[in-house]
T-cell receptor, first 117, second 111 residues
Framework: DAGVIQSPRHEVTEMGQEVTLRCKPISGHNSLFWYRQTMMRGLELLIYFNNNVPIDDSGMPEDRFSAKMPNASFSTLKIQPSEPRDSAVYFC???????????????FGSGTQLSVL | LAKTTQPISMDSYEGQEVNITCSHNNIATNDYITWYQQFPSQGPRFIIQGYKTKVTNEVASLFIPADRKSSTLSLPRVSLSDTAVYYCLVATRGSQGNLIFGKGTKLSVKP
């Protein structure tokens, strides 16, 4: 299995530009998570999908952020317009279980390092 | 959501056993305890999970006392490559956004 695949690996953009991050979860996994990691705030859960449906987006910072999961094998996280404070590493993770279970195990991608200048 | 508390950092030397303790006083009856490891420039990686007593795999051991209010991750004979951040998670059934990571414990292994 190829694991969770994220692209691009690195993204450098200018303030005000639109940024789209992509994620392919592990085949057969029912849940998908987007996290953001910074030195100051650690790993923050942004949004969680179950069977392609957004379940909890309370972690999305503001309206500039949006996430979609059009099918079971693809998800995007979009920032429009981007700001310097959005600079961080964005991780996508997937899990097999179809609901939030207490023995959930997450499988993470390698992340996208985003730098907004 | 069961809040977890871990030491911010720990230092060790190669060949030593390292024990990282996580406190989770409000753990619920159905909660499992899961530990992840994160190397620089990589995403967290699942290493071990348990419910009670002791669990062991090829990477680590997890000790959980009877009251389950804490757990200890044990890494036998660490090497430089075990330098990483270790996260303890306790999930609560049905709680949206329950997979929330704390600050973790930064383990530094020295030669």
């Amino acid at each position: 299995d190829a694991g969770v695949i994220q692209s691009p690996r690195h993204e450098v953009t200018e303030m005000g530009q639109e940024v789209t991050l992509r994620c392919k979860p592990i085949s057969g996994h029912n849940s998908l998570f987007w996290y953001r990691q910074t030195m100051m705030r650690g790993l923050e859960l942004l949004i969680y999908f179950n069977n392609n449906v957004p379940i909890d987006d309370s972690g999305m910072p503001e309206d500039r952020f949006s996430a979609k999961m059009p099918n079971a094998s693809f998800s995007t996280l979009k920032i429009q317009p981007s700001e310097p404070r959005d600079s961080a590493v964005y991780f996508c993770a997937s899990s097999l279980l179809g609901q939030i279970a207490t023995n959930e195990k997450l499988f993470f991608g390698s992340g996208t390092q985003l730098s907004v200048l | 959501l069961a809040k977890t508390t871990q030491p911010i950092s720990m230092d060790s030397y190669e060949g030593q056993e390292v024990n990282i303790t996580c406190s989770h006083n409000n753990i619920a009856t159905n909660d499992y305890i899961t530990w992840y490891q994160q190397f620089p420039s990589q995403g967290p990686r699942f290493i071990i999970q348990g419910y009670k007593t002791k669990v062991t795999n090829e990477v680590a051991s997890l000790f959980i006392p009877a009251d389950r209010k804490s757990s200890t991750l044990s890494l036998p004979r660490v090497s430089l490559s075990d330098t990483a951040v270790y996260y303890c998670l306790v999930a609560t059934r049905g709680s949206q956004g329950n997979l929330i990571f704390g600050k973790g414990t930064k383990l530094s292994v020295k030669p």
